[in-house]
């Protein structure tokens, strides 16, 4: 167990780093980097300490290595937009970003260089995908690696629906089953062929890696699903975040005990302000998976050191309002 402890904190128009070095007790906030864009994703590096990637939406991606103190924008990156970014789990300097219209490209050299997975688009299903506003494009809302494997990756496309690929990225292969309209993708180290997605219809689960498919939303009162993640040494402990649509209205924080079979609403994240804050996103802590942290619309950041069965808020104000995106760094 590390006493230090680093949230990496996206918010509409800046990123920072929110620091604790006593286990949690109390907090400190860094420097703040202005974004031009909101913050959509960010990925700690599982091998590099100190260092994390941001997809700034149409602002492309930053990298920090020191931390959060300051990031740095990778002018080579060839689009403007990013959507989502996964770190890879064994090689420090590799990273995947997500783009619009849906794309994923890869670097080798911590962002210095980049070449597209051109299999990605050669899904014949690609046809297909598209997104709600005519002015815009379908894009790849998040990417996540299998814990046990790393050549297997999970793509969830913002209107398409999920694509996987069991060669490191060189071909990837449509999974139908389940709503197209993908929001959020996330596995456990504890069962690494079971899949969490969020959608605008409802949660879904996997058991056998994407194959096939199942709602799990038997309990929630709401339907749009934003963010979902199981606790990494149990996929049975599931938290999920969801609202009446994607203007977040009425917001509801849910935690299940049986991997979404069933679930219980979670009453004091969120709730303290009339009307309630969303949960946007929350992100268990590697190196300690009995806590998980989570950031909501009004600014507020949250930890729970029980598993999400109770919570406080961090004594920390933000400057800017909305958490997108949070990642956990590896101390």
Not at 63 to 92: F, I, M, Q
Not at 230 to 250: C, H, K
Request: include cysteine; aromatic fraction near 8%; proline fraction near 7%.
């Amino acid at each position: 167990m590390s006493a230090a402890k680093t949230i990496y904190v996206g918010m509409h128009d800046g990123v920072c780093a929110v620091t604790s070095n006593d286990d949690g007790k109390t907090w400190q906030q860094g420097p703040v980097t202005s974004l031009p864009h909101a913050a959509a994703r960010l990925a700690a590096s599982p091998v590099n300490s100190g260092r994390a990637y941001l997809a700034a939406y149409e602002a492309g991606v930053y990298r920090t290595d020191d931390g959060g103190k300051t990031w740095t924008h990778l002018d080579s990156y060839p689009s403007d937009y990013a959507h989502s970014v996964l770190a890879h789990p064994t090689e420090g300097d590799t990273l995947l970003v997500g783009s619009e219209p849906a794309t994923v490209y890869r670097s080798d050299d911590g962002g210095d260089t980049w070449a597209e997975l051109e299999g990605f688009t050669r899904v014949p299903e690609s046809v297909d995908w598209s997104f709600h506003s005519p002015t815009r494009d379908s894009h790849v809302r998040d990417l996540r690696v299998a814990p046990d494997d790393p050549d297997r990756l999970y793509a969830g496309i913002e209107v398409g629906g999920m694509v996987r690929s069991g060669d490191g990225g060189r071909s990837w292969q449509q999974l139908p089953g389940l709503n197209d309209d993908i929001h959020c993708v996330a596995l456990s180290e504890d069962r690494p062929s079971r899949v969490f997605v969020a959608t605008a219809r409802a949660p879904y689960r996997s058991s056998d890696g994407g194959k096939s498919w199942e709602l799990i939303n038997d309990g929630l009162d709401r339907r749009y699903t934003l963010h979902i993640a199981p606790a990494p040494d149990d996929a049975s402990l599931v938290l999920v975040t969801v609202s009446e649509n994607a203007r977040r209205l009425n917001p509801m924080f849910y935690r299940s005990t049986n991997a979404g079979d069933s679930w219980q609403p979670v009453a004091d994240v969120g709730q303290g302000t009339e009307p309630a804050e969303m949960v946007v996103a929350f992100e268990w802590d590697p190196s300690e998976p009995n806590r998980v942290y989570a950031g909501a619309d009004g600014g507020q950041l949250y930890q729970s050191s029980d598993r999400g069965v109770t919570w406080e808020e961090l004594p920390i104000r933000l400057p800017s309002v909305a958490v997108g995106a949070l990642a956990v760094g590896r101390d």
